[in-house]
């Protein structure tokens, strides 16, 4: 059973365009994480969302965490070439160590010039 | 800006070896994990590590997997008898007690033959 569910799997636009990616679960999650991995490199963090309906935003991207704390997404406006990558999610269950995360498969994110 | 870095980069390793994987986490932190990734597949969750002792293991981490932390800096994974399917690229991570988020090193890419 797959506990964390990233739409879609694959997404190709081209440069300026803006987009978003999702995730989503059946559980509750006590954090959410996004990062972004590059081919043959460990993921990179990019930000935690810990409180229902919290938005952040770092610089062009904007992260929301649903109001039930089952669900986030990932919105990217004005997508250069430099965004391309995997981005992840990964959840942490309530009552379980910081950092002892489930990942969800990953969105791969191609931005064509 | 402080990370976890991990050695070797990469490792080949004749099947039936035993291998020892590297991390130095940051240095404040309290909580360290193994996770892995098989080419082309999610990362996944083996083992955290807290107060010098397992706190949680997977299913994967079975009776050839072990952690140490042999001083203050340094924790490794130590792989007893390695199969061609333990080929994956295998992430540290370490996060502080009270965060909700793990800060990763760049993996060790492990290639069993």
């Known amino acids: 059973t797959q506990l964390l569910e990233q739409s879609p799997q694959f997404l190709s636009i081209q440069e300026g365009e803006n987009l978003t990616v999702y995730c989503n679960s059946s559980s509750v999650f006590s954090s959410l994480q996004w990062y972004r991995q590059e081919p043959g490199e460990g993921p990179v963090l990019l930000v935690t969302?810990?409180?229902?309906?919290e938005v952040k935003k770092l610089k062009r991207l904007t992260f929301q965490f649903g109001d039930a704390r089952k669900d986030s997404s990932l919105h990217i406006t004005a997508a250069q070439p430099g965004d391309t990558g995997l981005y992840l999610c990964a959840g942490a269950l309530p009552n379980t160590n910081a950092g002892k995360s489930t990942f969800g498969d990953g969105t791969t994110l191609t931005v064509k010039p | 800006e402080p990370e976890v870095t991990q050695t070797p980069s990469h490792q080949v390793t004749q099947m039936g070896q035993e291998v020892i994987l590297r991390c130095v986490p940051i240095?404040?932190?309290?909580?360290f994990y193994w996770y892995r990734q098989i080419l082309g597949q999610k990362v996944e969750f083996l083992v955290s590590f807290y107060n010098n002792e397992i706190s949680e293991k997977s299913e994967i981490f079975d009776d050839q997997f072990s952690v140490e932390r042999p001083d203050g800096s340094n924790f490794t994974l130590k792989i007893r008898s390695t199969k061609l399917e333990d080929s994956a690229m295998y992430f540290c991570?370490?996060?502080?007690?009270?965060?909700?988020?793990?800060?990763f090193g760049q993996g060790t890419r492990l290639t069993v033959v």
């Open positions: 991570a370490s996060s502080d007690l009270g965060e909700t988020e793990a800060f």
């Open positions: 240095s404040n932190h309290l909580y």
């Open positions: 969302v810990v409180t229902g309906g």
